[in-house]
């Protein structure tokens, strides 16, 4: 098991903190790790392109022509596919590109990946983002600047952590997310991975484990799902 340093959002140290070995030290299998963010990419995909085939094209239908007697190869429709503005042969039509993907092999490519950032030294807890009671985008940046220079991070924040969330969303180079929400793409797009105290302690005892996690919305959320 190994560790790493907890730090405040000055940037001093305030103790350590334990990598389980079975989450942050495990082999990274590099083929199932590929699967799942194929898996992943292709479930964001819409799936609504389409192209109209000759039935569905307007116009073309008179015979642009007699059967015999021009010399010409005959035709029966202008909407055909060799003719310009006719229908289009194989084309795309709206599918779903979902891939079905176990939950196991979710949390083992999760596990693979926050091994492979957990041995370079790419994984950093910090106690909390902003120590003020108000929101802070600059001290958001500080604290991150203090504990990584590295340029595309993935913050993990708890749910409840409104300051947070609120300090740092505006931030270029930051990605946010939930603990139970926390996944392979996001880990391996991103460079460092930063968890503050309360999400790792979440995210521990959530499903990477097997344990069931119950997702609860922030006051923030609630009340703009009521204002609309």
């Not at 790790?33 to 192209?51: I, L, W």
């Not at 484990?209 to 009521?226: M, N, Q, T």
Request: no cysteine; proline share 5%.
């Amino acid at each position: 098991m190994t560790s790493v340093e907890l730090k405040t959002p000055a940037g001093s140290a305030e103790g350590t903190v334990e990598l389980p070995a079975d989450i942050f030290d495990v082999q990274a299998n590099v083929p199932l790790m590929h699967q799942v963010v194929v898996a992943q990419q292709a479930a964001a995909r819409q799936g609504t392109h389409d192209t109209k085939t000759r039935g569905e094209v307007s116009g073309g239908g008179k015979k642009p022509y007699r059967q015999k007697g021009t010399g010409r190869a005959r035709q029966g429709s202008t909407r055909a596919p060799q003719f310009a503005g006719g229908g289009t042969v194989h084309g795309p039509t709206p599918r779903d590109y979902t891939q079905r993907t176990p939950k196991k092999m979710k949390a083992a490519a999760l596990r693979g990946a926050l091994s492979d950032r957990a041995r370079a030294g790419q994984v950093h807890v910090i106690t909390e983002l902003v120590s003020g009671e108000k929101p802070s985008t600059k001290e958001a940046k500080q604290a991150l600047a203090a504990v990584t220079q590295a340029k595309r991070l993935l913050v993990v924040l708890h749910r409840e952590d409104e300051q947070g969330w609120l300090s740092a969303r505006n931030l270029p180079n930051v990605h946010l997310i939930n603990p139970d929400q926390l996944n392979t793409y996001d880990v391996l797009v991103n460079d460092d991975v930063v968890f503050t105290k309360a999400a790792y302690d979440a995210f521990i005892a959530g499903p990477v484990k097997g344990k069931a996690a119950k997702a609860s919305a922030r006051s923030s959320e609630v009340e703009g799902s009521e204002a609309q």
